[in-house]
């Protein structure tokens, strides 16, 4: 039986007749703090410990839960970051080639019957849609680039389909491309998208003021949140545009690497911004920053689904995305009924418009926050870790 303090963090119970596997995950970075890929599999990995024998490989970890077995992989060098991939393809090969039911792999690698694709492959990135000379540049640039060789060769490899591999995608735009791309690999994907583990609904408004008190945010005011590690690949510069045209108690606050902050700094300060953008830094946990804002800007360049947006809206926050063409999750939102949706995330006048009509429309705010909570309701980890047991189920059997 599923113990009462691992019920309590939402985990799911193990399912009727499914057979208790020995696990190998493999994650370089096995931390809250490193991204939505980290975070989706750190919470399914929570989510199957009590069920099966989960170990995990990982480069770095800040990590810990009951029933799951760490396992360091040594980390020679940081760059080139490709020759850091092979080697730790090569590395948790040799660790994980015996001995396991599932290899279940988050990153480029050649072995691993389960493999989680959380970004768009590099062969769709770099080839899709050119031809003539466009395309024999691509080839020039891929032949004399170590890195993209190694790439290439690590992806082709992690694709075959042999063995009853399942390669399990994150959203239902990233099955097309990899259709389109690898087709195939159709008879073997899978959809399992990211969720959350509960729903905490719309902070009070005191529990909104010890939020910003504590992540030193001005207590008064319109929060506007972003998230994310790639501040221009989220879209900071256009929601700088469009905070210059929002009303002066509107702030911005960010939360990702604290590195990132070096590229933006100089255009804060020429937009006479200095004042109403606040940098938090990588927080170990975001929830207090969702508990501090009023919404959520995301307008992404792309994501294959963006958790942040399902982590939002389960806070009921009226959130503001770019829309299906670069943002995974906005296939399955619906405009005005739980997200405002944004046609070009470069467009920072667009932007500012659908965030006036947030900020000034108290109604509309509160059928957002509603349909973000229903829709949140609708992707609890619970639900996703089934998904994923299942196939570790489907793929052991064909296996022996």
């Known amino acids: 039986m599923i113990s009462a303090d691992l019920r309590a963090l939402g985990v799911v119970a193990p399912t009727e007749g499914s057979q208790r596997l020995r696990v190998a995950v493999l994650n370089r970075l096995f931390k809250p703090t490193g991204g939505g890929a980290e975070r989706y599999s750190i919470a399914l990995v929570e989510q199957l410990a009590q069920q099966h024998e989960i170990h995990v490989f ?133 959809i399992v998208t990211p969720g959350i583990n509960e729903v ?49 108690n509107c702030n911005v606050a960010v939360v990702g690497n604290p590195a990132q902050i070096t590229f933006v700094e100089s255009d804060i300060a020429q937009r006479g911004l200095k004042d109403r953008v606040f940098f938090l830094g990588a927080l170990a946990s975001v929830q207090p920053a969702y508990q501090a804002a009023d919404c959520l800007a995301h307008p992404t360049l792309e994501d294959t689904f963006a958790m942040v947006v399902l982590e939002a809206l389960s806070h009921g926050l009226p959130v503001v995305v770019s829309n299906a063409r670069y943002c995974g999750i906005s296939e399955l939102l619906t405009e005005g009924q739980n997200a405002q949706l944004l046609d070009n995330p470069l ?20 059928k957002l926050s509603a349909g973000a909570v229903a829709f949140a309701g609708q992707h609890l980890w619970s639900r996703q870790a089934l998904q994923l047991d299942a196939i570790y189920q489907s793929v052991n059997k064909l296996r022996n």
């Open 347 to 366: 467009d920072g006048d667009a932007l500012a418009e659908l965030l006036k009509h947030v900020y000034g429309d108290a109604d509309l705010r509160t």
């Open 58 to 190: 990982a480069q770095e970890i800040s990590h810990q839960f009951p029933g799951v077995t760490y396992h360091h992989v040594p980390l020679p060098f940081r760059r080139p970051r490709w020759l850091n991939q092979l080697w730790f393809a090569a590395a948790t090969w040799w660790q994980t080639r015996c001995g396991f039911d599932i290899v279940h792999s988050h990153e480029n690698t050649w072995h691993g019957n389960v493999q989680t694709v959380h970004v768009l492959p590099l062969l769709y990135n770099l080839f899709v849609g050119r031809t003539g000379i466009k395309m024999a540049l691509r080839w020039l640039k891929v032949v004399t680039s170590p890195r993209l060789l190694t790439y290439l060769g690590l992806e082709k490899l992690r694709f075959r389909v042999s063995d009853g591999r399942s390669i399990v995608l994150s959203s239902v735009s990233l099955h097309a491309k990899m259709r389109k791309t690898f087709p195939y690999t159709q008879a073997s994907l899978r």
């Open 200 to 248: 905490s609904g719309p902070a009070s408004n005191k529990l909104k003021t010890q939020a910003r008190m504590a992540l030193g945010l001005p207590v008064e005011g319109f929060c506007i949140l972003l998230v994310g590690n790639d501040f221009r690949k989220k879209g900071l510069p256009a929601l700088l545009t469009a905070l210059q045209q929002l009303p002066e």
